[in-house]
T-cell receptor, first 113, second 116 residues
């Protein structure tokens, strides 16, 4: 069955430090992959998505993610975290030929000054 | 200004009452979705609709009902049959497959429902 795993429930980093949020998926075909961010009490905002082509994807707010087929991973990175990046981050996989997304359980990011 | 609106932002309900959550989009999207979010569980799909007058059950449809009479509107009714309705409810929309092969979903701000 298709699934998405975000192994880190909670991550804490200092402002200015680099960040990597992990995402692993299980899916038999080439997936469409997404990262969303959610501020407390708000909806989800799309950060970036992978469809095909270049495996390094640039997104908004200085985020990037790299698709690694051999590792079934789509990790999110940012070279220098800002306090405003504190939020919950969700990885999702889109199923080929459907309208459905499968979400991971999310990683809560806390940023210390 | 295009987007997805959900109302109300906060909703309180007594046990045994039905309640309807509103979702409207002006993005001209064909597909619309309802998700439920609980702490530590991510998002779970309740219902989705790929076109007007058609909808399908998601993973947790029991105790919920929807309608899709207009392209821009997809209201969700939480019925008294839903045993644990307190949650954050998110509505989303997308262009729809196959017009958009990635079928990227865009989300509304959410409604927090509390059962008293």
């Amino acid at each position: 069955a298709q699934s998405v795993t975000q192994p880190d429930i909670h991550i804490t980093v200092s402002e200015g430090a680099s960040l990597e949020l992990r995402c692993n998926y299980s899916y038999g075909a080439t997936p469409y992959l997404f990262w969303y961010v959610q501020s407390p009490g708000q909806g989800l905002q799309l950060l970036l998505k992978y469809f095909s082509g270049d495996t390094l994807v640039q997104g908004i707010k200085g985020f990037e993610a790299e698709f690694k087929r051999s590792q079934s991973s789509f990790n999110l990175r940012k070279p220098s975290v800002h306090w405003s990046d504190a939020a919950e981050y969700f990885c999702a996989v889109g199923l080929l030929n459907t309208d459905k997304l499968i979400f991971g359980t999310g990683t809560r990011l806390q940023v210390f000054p | 200004d295009g987007g997805i609106t959900q109302s109300p932002k906060y909703l309180f309900r007594k046990e045994g009452q039905n309640v309807t959550l509103s979702c409207e989009q002006n993005l001209n999207h064909d597909a619309m979705y309802w998700y439920r979010q609980d702490p530590g569980q991510g998002l779970r799909l309740i219902y989705y609709s790929q076109i007007v007058n058609d909808f399908q059950k998601g993973d947790i449809a029991e105790g919920y009902s929807v309608s899709r009479e207009k392209k821009e509107s997809f209201p969700l009714t939480v019925t008294s049959a839903q045993k644990n309705p307190t949650a954050f409810y998110l509505c989303a929309s997308s262009i729809g497959y196959p017009a958009d092969p990635t079928d990227t979903q865009y989300f509304g701000p959410g409604t927090r429902l509390t059962v008293l």
